[in-house]
């Protein structure tokens, strides 16, 4: 499994398949768009939704190259493009067969005449901006879009979706306004024949506020193993299901006051053990862990010292013994330590989810 000096990063299929059941025991006979976007989380586009596959209804992407390459792989799940879509990428979306996310009533205009031009009909699925303001039409004139699209023939109508902005803060009030917002929207179709799916749910969503979970839920970090924050920890347990880990590719003595690494940051206060990883920010294990990550090696934790170089850092491993050759753990379990994203997160004022989709392509990703 670790015929490469590069890191791996090691997917457990098992742990996932453990948090979309919880996933399923939350959203009980809900359908499931999963989210793939960002490499997966980091765990690997094509090999994670090979797993998910026959496990969830719909993959949701942000791009439609990604959407493409699962195609090109086999995968045959329903997949919706959460970005609007480009007039030069309408074909492909075709050729493909993946659904469009239409945010405004120009655009499904847009998406219709064209289907209408080429005698196709395209699935489409009506984004409502209730208070994230990123994307979507804005829920005060969201009847409009809702009627242009029950009038347009050549536009199926397969979803009408919002997303939350604070599902996973501490108080919900403003989850609980836009969730009433959305609520209203979609009284559109108490008088319509034919009902879309509504969604809205994200992972904190799934946890916390089961009134949102309407017809499909769609989670995302939840499935790997994390929480979205805090706050959501007590009613789902969820297991990660990335390990990353490299081997040690040199030991050494760093004599009393010498520098270590470029800038020389830190300077060995007296003989310091050190082994040489072969992990660097060119692998995601970013700068900003200069003498502040750590690793685990024979089940202990020890500090990165001086700079993280693209490549390469040094850990000082003190009075324990460890030498070239020992695995070495950045993200996972060793022994009765563990080093998560969060942990890594909060040493860089982040999230777990920019830990997770920062591992880099070079990082290979191994399924077990
Ligand atoms: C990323 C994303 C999600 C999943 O969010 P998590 O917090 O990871 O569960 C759901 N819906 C949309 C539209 C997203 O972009």
């Avoid at 959407?67 to 493909?96: C, H, M, S």
Wanted: include cysteine; charge should be positive.
């Amino acid at each position: 499994m670790h015929n490469t000096s590069r890191s791996v990063a090691i997917i457990d299929l098992g742990a996932m398949g453990h948090n979309l059941a919880e996933v399923k025991r939350l959203a009980r006979d809900k359908k499931i768009i999963a989210m793939v976007k960002g490499n997966a989380y980091g765990h690997g586009l094509v090999g994670t939704a090979t797993f998910l596959a026959d496990k969830v209804d719909y993959f949701g992407v942000a791009f439609v190259e990604e959407a493409i390459e699962l195609r090109e792989n086999g995968i045959k799940t329903p997949i919706l493009v959460f970005n609007p879509t480009l007039p030069e990428q309408f074909d492909d979306y075709f050729k493909y067969n993946i659904d469009h996310t239409v945010a405004s009533i120009s655009a499904l205009h847009d998406l219709d005449t064209k289907a209408k031009k080429r005698g196709i009909e395209i699935k489409v699925h009506l984004k409502i901006d209730t208070g994230m303001m990123r994307l979507g039409i804005r829920y005060t004139n969201a009847q409009n879009l809702l009627r242009k699209a029950s009038e347009v023939k050549n536009s199926q109508v397969v979803s009408v979706f919002s997303h939350f902005a604070t599902s996973d803060e501490e108080n919900l009030d403003f989850a609980n306004l836009q969730l009433e917002r959305f609520k209203k929207v979609i009284k559109f179709y108490d008088e319509q024949k034919q009902k879309p799916l509504f969604h809205m749910a994200n992972s904190a969503a799934i946890i916390r506020l089961p009134e949102s979970h309407f017809d499909m839920v769609r989670p995302g970090i939840m499935m790997y193993g994390y929480h979205p924050s805090e706050f959501t920890r007590s009613c789902a347990k969820l297991c990660p299901a990335l390990t990353w880990k490299a081997k040690a590719t040199y030991f050494k003595v760093i004599l009393k006051d010498h520098p270590v690494s470029y800038g020389g940051t830190w300077v060995a206060p007296e003989n310091v053990r050190a082994v040489t990883i072969p992990i660097g920010y060119a692998d995601g294990f970013r700068r900003m862990l200069s003498n502040k990550g750590d690793v685990l090696i024979r089940g202990k934790k020890y500090s990165v010292i001086g700079n993280v170089c693209m490549d390469q850092t040094v850990i000082k491993i003190g009075e324990g013994e460890a030498y070239k050759g020992d695995d070495v753990v950045i993200i996972g379990k060793q022994g009765d330590q563990e080093i998560t994203a969060e942990d890594m997160a909060a040493k860089l004022d982040t999230i777990s989810y920019e830990v997770l989709t920062g591992i880099m392509k070079r990082v290979e990703r191994v399924y077990i």
